[in-house]
């Protein structure tokens, strides 16, 4: 053996007169009769906390989606309500009988309803009001005026 493997392959003097290395005892240290592994009643205590947590998660996730449908749907009837509110306004004063088309080509379950009502002076008040699966949504109003 070389200088080199001589001194490199030696274990370090202080180690040399050391016994066997003994495992250190866990939690099985812990319970009466030191079984090691877990016991049925903590396997179903951690099933439970997974499930709490579970049940949480799925929760919130669930109310997110609730809120983001309410928000698109706010969102569409808005842009409706301001859309026909703009027909109303582009269409040509009429004194007499207001009456104003609806806007068309809706989108599936929408409706739009129309009020107009003449006020003494001249302008008239145009209410929208757009509703979705047959409950109101949202309300717009706006005055025309003969120009």
Do not use: C
């Amino acid at each position: 053996m070389g200088y080199y493997s001589q001194r490199y392959n030696r274990l370090p003097a202080a180690w040399q007169h050391r016994g066997p290395v003994q495992a250190k005892e866990g939690l099985a240290g812990l319970r009466p009769g030191g079984d090691q592994g877990f016991t049925l009643i903590e396997a179903l205590v951690a099933l439970g906390i997974l499930a709490s947590v579970a049940v949480v998660l799925l929760g919130a996730i669930a109310g997110n989606y609730t809120a983001v449908s309410l928000v698109r749907e706010r969102t569409t009837a808005e842009s409706l309500a301001r859309s026909q509110l703009e027909a109303v306004q582009d269409a040509p004063y009429e004194p007499s009988t207001p009456y104003y088309s609806p806007i068309a080509d809706l989108p599936s379950g929408y409706a739009i309803t129309l009020e107009v009502v003449p006020l003494a002076a001249g302008p008239q008040k145009v209410k929208v009001i757009v509703s979705h699966g047959g409950k109101q949504v949202f309300t717009a109003e706006d005055y025309k005026i003969d120009r």
